[in-house]
């Protein structure tokens, strides 16, 4: 194995370590949600604060699970008329993709670390500083700029081997 197929395999081992984290708030976020439907419903008590806390953690799974989605290939692709094309333009066309998305996801890593490190204001009910939730974007952006390094090398390296 080479050294870069090293490193993409310790980062998709993180990849889904983190992803794993924030599946773990789903079973909170779930038995919350169902709590303060119940307390609204029946004694028209919701919990304050719930949809806050809810919106929060769905953030959190969303944000941490989004390089992993990417990684088992859960994203929705669109191959109908890329899978007509031979090999080689397929390759290609693949690659311009990945720059593409590297492009863009390279921008909103740095500005989710911008306008995260300047973050000073807290949540309406609750008062939950927004910075970590902020910074969050730029993590996720981070991590799957990396998985999208792993496909542009896998990429180049197969157009190499025609």
Not at 72 to 90: D, T, W, Y
Request: proline letters at 4%; aromatic letters at 8%.
């Amino acid at each position: 194995m080479s050294w870069s197929g090293k490193i993409g395999k310790w980062i998709q081992r993180i990849d889904f370590y983190i992803c794993s984290g924030g599946m773990f708030l789903l079973i909170p976020m779930m038995l919350l949600t169902t709590v303060d439907v119940i307390g609204r419903a029946v004694w028209t008590r919701p919990i304050p604060g719930a949809v806050e806390l809810s919106s929060y953690m769905l953030n959190v799974f969303i944000l941490l699970g989004v390089a992993y989605t990417h990684q088992a290939k859960g994203h929705v692709r669109v191959s109908m008329l890329i899978s007509r094309l031979p090999e080689q333009a397929e390759t290609i066309l693949d690659i311009i993709a990945t720059l593409l998305s590297l492009f863009i996801l390279a921008i909103l890593a740095w500005q989710g670390w911008v306008v995260g490190i300047e973050e000073v204001s807290v949540s309406d009910m609750l008062r939950i500083p927004q910075m970590p939730f902020r910074l969050l974007v730029s993590l996720a952006g981070l991590f799957l700029c990396l998985e999208l390094l792993i496909d542009l090398s896998a990429s180049v390296g197969k157009l190499i081997r025609r």
